[in-house]
């Protein structure tokens, strides 16, 4: 029998997540829809998708829904592009992500009507740079500091995916 996965606001809490970093597996978009013109349209019972993603925080993989049409759009743009879906397939490089929304109100939950996903493509590997096996890794368990790798937090504007090679 297959395991079932934990999901992100029903055994997962948002606070529990909240400004940690994660690898995006894979990108689930359910029955959303989206068309050139930027329009996305959802189920109204349902996120517009899920993200599949790993952390060292965690002891297995997670999902987490979308709640956002901003962050769906994000991960589209990502899994749209056939290069960068293959070099995340190839392993070389990573789309990692951290839930950081610009206000938080209980349970860990998006106060705002603003996006609160943001990504950063980047080399694989740069997760376990991030969470060394050290007190450096420790401490970012523990306080995270996400801005190391995203810079600063956009939430409105051009938001778009990062990309590089942060320097830890």
């Known amino acids: 029998m297959a395991s079932i996965e934990p999901e992100v606001g029903k055994l997962i809490g948002w606070d529990q997540i909240l400004r940690h970093v994660f690898r995006v597996l894979s990108f689930d978009r359910t029955d959303t829809t989206s068309?050139?013109?930027e329009s996305v349209k959802a189920s109204y019972e349902r996120p517009y998708g899920y993200l599949r993603?790993?952390?060292?925080?965690?002891?297995?993989?997670?999902?987490?829904?979308?709640?956002h049409r901003d962050d769906f759009r994000l991960a589209s743009s990502v899994f749209d592009e056939p290069t960068?879906?293959?070099?995340?397939?190839?392993?070389?490089?990573?789309?990692?992500?951290?839930?950081?929304p610009l206000?938080?109100?209980?349970?860990?939950?998006?106060?705002?009507?603003?996006?609160?996903l943001h990504y950063i493509l980047c080399p694989r590997g740069t997760l376990e740079r991030y969470y060394p096996n050290s007190?450096?890794?420790?401490?970012?368990?523990?306080k995270p500091e996400p801005e190391t790798l995203f810079g600063p937090f956009v939430y409105?504007?051009?938001?778009?995916?990062?990309?590089?090679?942060?320097?830890?």
């Open 35 to 37: 068309a050139d013109d």
């Open 103 to 116: 206000k938080v109100i209980g349970g860990g939950l998006n106060g705002s009507t603003l996006h609160c």
């Open 53 to 67: 993603v790993e952390s060292p925080i965690l002891n297995q993989p997670m999902r987490l829904p979308i709640i």
């Open 156 to 168: 409105e504007g051009m938001v778009r995916v990062g990309t590089g090679s942060p320097a830890l």
């Open 84 to 100: 960068v879906t293959a070099a995340i397939e190839n392993q070389t490089a990573e789309l990692l992500l951290t839930y950081a």
């Open 135 to 142: 007190p450096v890794g420790d401490r970012r368990m523990a």
